[in-house]
Nanobody
């Protein structure tokens, strides 16, 4: 079965770190862009970060730039979102998605065609 599986969410104090993983099951992410999106209760989906497969370019939302880092592992089976200096406003369900997305459109969720089930991130003292 081909699917994306997110992991690594949890409860962390403000200023802490979490490492989210998006793992591909049954296929390689080599030919796909991967994006991370989040949705907090009562809010719309927000693009957080994305990484292209064609030129390695990345996208970061202004609110996470300098705190989050997206990367692919060498096997092209996993994309990691390293989240540092977490803030309460980062609390949300985080989803990863894959698609044949242009490097300049990594922030557009509608361009992705497969999504994971999400992982909860809660930042609270």
């Amino acid at each position: 079965q081909l699917q994306l599986v997110e992991s690594g969410g949890g409860l962390v104090q403000p200023g802490g770190s979490l490492r989210l993983s998006c793992a591909a099951s049954g296929f390689s992410l080599e030919h796909y862009a991967v994006g991370w999106f989040r949705q907090a209760p009562g809010k719309g989906r927000e693009a957080v970060s994305g990484i292209s497969n064609s030129d390695g370019s990345t996208y970061y939302a202004p609110s996470v730039l300098g705190r989050f880092t997206i990367s692919r592992d060498s096997t092209n089976k996993t994309v990691v979102l390293q989240m540092n200096d977490l803030k309460p406003e980062d609390s949300a369900v985080y989803y990863c998605a894959k698609g044949r997305v242009h490097p300049l459109r990594l922030r557009f969720g509608g361009d992705y065609d497969d999504w994971g089930q999400g992982t909860q991130v809660t930042v609270s003292s």
